[in-house]
């Protein structure tokens, strides 16, 4: 099984439709991140969290939002999905060493279309 | 500040050749620097990192060239294989910041036998 795990891996959903995005992971890891990915732009960083009570806004966070149900599952809300949210999206997780950064660990992924 | 440039964005190479790909950053307060490999259908996983105490790492085929003063660092895979086929992304974080990567903008990797 993999270590970080999201469902679903591919959606078609309309234009105006709320759509959940599901991570969860069994690494033991702290913190947790949701990633976008798009052709030539590589992955920006949308979400991420520290704990259950931490949540803070990333690099493209406006239409989206997070909600961190406990240490190993972290989820991401399309409130009302539009086109142009159409992309690869990723959660990923990591933990640190004596304060150093260390590996992240990414999911398979989920494939959004908004059409 | 915040940008990681990569290049070049699409890179064809012989079997047995030298792949080499560069990035460059700004922000100063950087302090690690992995290089994720991404193929189809999957998710990035790291390949190798670095930290700007050292100049060099080397890991197998792949190797990490830092350059502190210029704000580059490379990626260089020698004796480039099929396999390696892939896209690399470059990526960049500080302490203390979550570990919040920076990506770049990926490399296609395309090794012809």
């Known amino acids: 099984d993999a270590d970080v795990t999201q469902t679903p891996r591919n959606r078609i959903t309309k234009t105006g439709k709320r759509i959940m995005l599901e991570c969860s992971q069994t690494k033991g890891h702290d913190r947790m991140y949701w990633y976008r990915q798009d052709p030539g732009l590589g992955l920006r960083l949308i979400y991420y969290s520290f704990d259950v009570k931490d949540i803070n806004k990333g690099e493209i966070s406006d239409g989206y939002s997070v909600s961190r149900q406990a240490q190993a599952k972290f989820s991401l809300s399309l409130e009302s999905a539009i086109p142009n949210q159409t992309a690869l999206y990723f959660c990923a997780t990591s933990d640190t060493r004596q304060g150093q950064n260390t590996e992240a660990f990414f999911g398979q992924g989920t494939r959004l279309t908004v059409v | 500040q915040q940008q990681v440039k990569q290049s070049p964005q699409s890179l064809i190479v012989q079997k047995g050749g030298i792949s080499i790909i560069n990035c460059a950053y700004e922000n100063t307060a950087f302090d690690y620097f992995p290089w994720y490999q991404q193929f189809p259908g999957k998710g990035p996983a790291l390949l190798i990192a670095?930290?700007?105490?050292?100049s060099e790492k080397k890991e197998g085929r792949f190797t990490i060239s830092f350059n502190k003063s210029a704000k580059q660092f490379s990626l260089h895979i020698m004796d480039s294989q099929p396999g390696d086929s892939a896209t690399y992304f470059c990526?960049?974080?500080?302490?203390?910041?979550?570990?919040?990567?920076?990506f770049g903008a990926g490399t296609r990797l395309a090794v012809h036998p």
């Open positions: 670095i930290r700007p105490d050292v």
């Open positions: 990526a960049a974080s500080f302490s203390g910041g979550y570990n919040k990567l920076i």
